[in-house]
């Protein structure tokens, strides 16, 4: 798509599409200017209240040179931010190109009409015009828009750029969970990151199984062992020209390819949605795409441990003790808590690299979802200084979390018999035992774990956004190292 950012007013945009935002509250005079009133007059009638995401359409409007003109509401003008436009600008994307719109060109002006703003809107508008089609042959019916325009009296140019890499960036990421198990092993996984970091100017190394054999990550490695496909350890690296920190932060991802739960395995119901348990992994290598190009003076590992969790004569049995790279043995009371098994090699491993701080994104726990639904992510530090920076970057970023605890209580659910801990914690508190084992192998190292089971992933086409893989986390972790 087209994205561009001109100093145009509504009178002389030519698109298949001008929009201009309205409140709640407060009349829209240039509108009412330029078309005698119309804006009013959907007012009045009560088909435009500008509640947000309200859309009105107006076909060849009178003294305009655009073929639509569209009226979109803000809501509460007090409360309308970068999160509300990126879904408005979204929303209006979605509708607008469902009826064949090729060109949409938004106005931002007044309050509205400043860099995040822009940012934002580009970002919503790329966000959206992504689709889920890439396996469909026959593709009559799904509409692309092909040129997105911010107008302003400003020039919004470097905003415009800016959101167009988050949201390319962001798109990337979903292309990779869109992926069905099948077509992206741990191998493919690898290759494409490779790909990106070539195209990137990153550094990017891939250990395999032998390598990981050496190093000792016999955690990693147990998940791994029922499947024919190999594993990968992706580690993608960006080093600042002009250092601004001397810190190193690690980006890590979970990237279990395919998750069939082992030999504890899944219910058949809803199985097939497990080729989204590597979206953590996937926003990690979506986050290193963007920061290759907005270059962030601290350095930025990103590891990915992939593996498919399969079952198997060779697949690892409940009640195997596996030793990890940190050399604390693990109780595998369930094959299906994969995830954190392969994190905290990756863990380890990062560590050893000499990261100073670390943030993992994991499709983790289903126990998240039942605490926070599809609305939050779930985040759980060793140290709240940490989190608080995370915090502030998902919030300018419109991608809620919600502090979970992490008391030392949660250790004695963990507890094994036979080995130094087990891999689950019993029924209770499922995402917080969960948390509290990746803790135990973080050694002191600020750390913050984003549990995004249940964030990753729409279940119903939203009006900014299809069902299917939200991409959730990247413009968090790029957001957090450009404001290190
Ligand atoms: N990938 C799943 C978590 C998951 C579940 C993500 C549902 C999205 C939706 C993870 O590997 C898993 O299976 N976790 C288990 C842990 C349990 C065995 C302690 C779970 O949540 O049921
Ligand atoms: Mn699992
Ligand atoms: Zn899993």
């Known amino acids: 798509m087209k994205i561009q950012a001109v100093s145009q007013t509504l009178a002389n945009v ?16 240039e509108v009412d200017l330029a078309t005698g009133g119309w804006a009013a007059e959907v007012r009045e009638s009560g088909e435009f209240g500008g509640k ?8 060849r409007p009178q003294g305009l040179k655009a073929k ?3 009226l979109a509401g803000g809501g509460d003008a007090a409360k309308f931010g970068p999160t509300q436009l990126r879904k408005l600008t979204g929303a209006i994307v979605r509708k607008l190109k469902a009826q064949s719109v090729k060109s949409v060109t938004l106005l931002l002006e007044g309050e509205a009409a400043t860099a995040e703003m822009a940012q934002a809107s580009t970002e919503g508008a790329l966000i959206s015009n992504w689709e889920a089609t890439i396996h469909k042959s026959d593709k009559t019916g799904i509409h692309f828009l092909e040129s997105f325009t911010i107008a302003s009296a400003t020039d919004f140019s470097a905003a415009v750029i800016k959101g167009a890499i988050l949201g390319e960036a962001q798109n990337f990421t979903r292309d990779l969970v869109n992926e069905p198990g099948n077509l992206l092993t741990p191998m ?7 790909a990106m970091a070539a195209a990137s ?3 990017c190394e891939v250990l395999d199984r032998e390598r990981m054999t050496q190093l000792g990550m016999g955690s990693l490695l147990g998940v791994s062992q029922g499947s024919l496909e190999p594993p990968a350890l992706i580690v993608v690296r960006y080093k600042p020209e002009n250092p601004t920190s001397t810190d190193h932060l690690a980006l890590v991802g979970k990237g279990v390819t395919f998750d069939t739960g082992g030999v504890s395995i899944k219910p058949a119901d809803g199985m097939e949605k497990m080729k989204y348990d590597m979206a953590g992994g996937a926003a990690v290598l979506g986050a290193m795409q963007a920061i290759a190009k907005l270059k962030p003076g601290v350095a930025v590992t990103a590891f990915v441990p992939a593996v498919e969790n399969m079952c198997s004569h060779n697949a690892q049995r409940p009640g195997d003790i596996v030793t990890s790279m940190s050399g604390k043995t693990i109780e595998v009371l369930n094959t299906d808590a994969e995830g954190r098994l392969i994190l905290v090699d990756a863990i380890e491993y990062a560590r050893q690299q000499g990261v100073t701080h670390m943030v ?5 726990t289903g126990a998240v979802v039942v605490a926070l639904g599809h609305v939050h992510i779930g985040a759980f530090t060793n140290d709240d200084a940490m989190l608080g920076r995370v915090m502030k970057s998902a919030k300018a970023q419109g991608e809620k979390m919600w502090h979970m605890p992490l008391d030392d209580e949660y250790k004695d659910y963990l507890k ?8 689950i914690g019993g029924r209770w508190g499922g995402s917080c035992t969960a948390a509290y084992f ?3 192998f973080t050694g002191g190292t600020p750390w913050v774990h984003l549990d995004i089971a249940g964030t990753a992933w729409l279940d119903e086409t939203a009006p900014h956004m299809p069902k299917g893989p939200t991409g959730i986390c990247v413009r968090t972790f790029v957001d957090l190292a450009l404001n290190w």
């Open 68 to 70: 639509r003109l569209v």
């Open 438 to 440: 990746i803790k135990e």
């Open 188 to 194: 493919v996984m690898a290759a494409k990151a490779q």
């Open 416 to 423: 094994s018999p036979f080995a130094d801990l087990g891999n």
């Open 14 to 29: 030519e698109a298949d599409a001008v929009v201009v935002i309205g409140f709640e509250s407060g009349a829209l005079a």
């Open 201 to 203: 100017g990153l550094e």
């Open 52 to 59: 947000l995401l309200d859309l009105v359409v107006l076909h």
């Open 360 to 364: 993992d994104a994991a499709t983790l």
